[in-house]
């Protein structure tokens, strides 16, 4: 059943299922678009956003990647560039990029969308234009159960050290400084560092190539700013060098050096970060994983301080574009996260 375009869905027309995330859906038999049930779905994410950590709308028709886009952008907030990027994206339309470039046969570890920085986007949007044949997912996991789950004694020690965050761009190894920072001039790149409290240092390689070193300490955890609750915030168990695997390890140090390599993380006093203390992270990740499987016209928003993603490996072609908004630094918030476990 279409419902005409002359009546508003009303909420008898949705199903609502509570959890993380919480799927809301056209009732059997409706057929709705995410635009018409727009106000209603506003309502719902108004209710439930900041208590289940996200929302999968799923079952909506969903026209193309511009309709999702104004849906992103239909929540009171400019949608936001993907500046600083750590990982390869394409812009596909306006502020709508795709997820990620990363290779279809790896995983992406849980994580908070630029948690190694200390500006960040409070939402985010995926959608799903195209489910891959096989995998593909987009796991979940609530950072206030990550930072609960930890042991208190590891949090209140990342709490007050916080992280020390290396990268070394370019070097046919990540992603070039021109395309993380969006130009091709180190005066703008040295420009928006200063802004950002990024340590930057240039230096040529054998070849004359200009590369880019930066060092940024950061949170390891942060208090949400509307619920208080605290959170695991970070990306340690990402950019830490052993979340490769030791052939890879050795590769590139045997390469470029240990100091070279093209990102790393240490405590915020440039210390190196325990063994025990990052297997133990990434133990509870796993624990915390959730996991649903996209369908095509699916689209997925997430409290990006509540909520961390991630991505399964998958085959064949698949399609999910991304959405951010509201751009957010601790001093905008009150109190402070170092406190958290004290």
Not at 6 to 29: C, H, K, N
Not at 182 to 211: A, F, K, M, N, Q
Not at 246 to 260: F, K
Not at 287 to 294: E, G, H, L, N, Y
């Amino acid at each position: 059943m279409t419902i005409p375009s002359t009546l508003q869905p009303t909420l008898a027309d949705l199903s609502i299922e509570s959890g993380l995330p919480t799927a809301v859906s056209p009732r059997a038999g409706a057929e709705i678009s995410l635009q018409e049930a727009a106000p209603l779905l506003h309502a719902i994410v108004d209710d439930k956003l900041e208590r289940a950590g996200g929302v999968l709308f799923t079952g909506f028709r969903v026209d193309s990647i511009d309709a999702f886009q104004r849906f992103a952008g239909s929540f009171g907030h400019p949608l936001i560039g993907y500046e600083f990027a750590s990982t390869p994206r394409s812009q596909v339309e306006g502020a709508v990029y795709t997820s990620t470039e990363y290779p279809p046969h790896r995983s992406i570890p849980l994580h908070n969308e630029q948690s190694y920085t200390r500006e960040w986007p409070l939402r985010i949007w995926f959608h799903c234009a195209l489910a891959a044949r096989s995998g593909g997912a987009t796991p979940v996991a609530d950072s206030r159960a990550i930072y609960g789950a930890l042991d208190p004694a590891l949090v209140a020690r990342f709490a007050k050290r916080e992280l020390l965050y290396v990268r070394n761009f370019g070097q046919g190894l990540d992603l070039p400084w021109e395309q993380a920072f969006g130009s091709d001039d180190p005066r703008v790149v040295e420009r928006i560092c200063r802004t950002r409290g990024i340590e930057c240092e240039w230096r040529d390689s054998d070849d004359g190539e200009l590369l880019l070193r930066t060092r940024e300490r950061c949170q390891a955890v942060a208090r949400h700013p509307r619920t208080g609750e605290f959170v695991w915030f970070n990306q340690a168990n990402l950019f830490h060098l052993s979340s490769l695997d030791e052939d890879m390890q050795e590769a590139l140090i045997d390469s470029v050096g240990l100091e070279n390599v093209p990102r790393n993380v240490y405590y915020g006093d440039g210390e190196p970060l325990e063994a025990e203390a990052l297997a133990e992270i990434r133990g509870v990740l796993d624990q915390q994983r959730i996991v649903f499987p996209w369908q095509t016209g699916d689209v997925l928003m997430l409290d990006n301080m509540l909520t961390a993603h991630a991505r399964d490996p998958f085959e064949g072609p698949r399609k999910v574009v991304v959405a951010m908004a509201q751009s957010y630094s601790e001093g905008q918030g009150e109190g402070d996260a170092r406190t958290a476990a004290q």
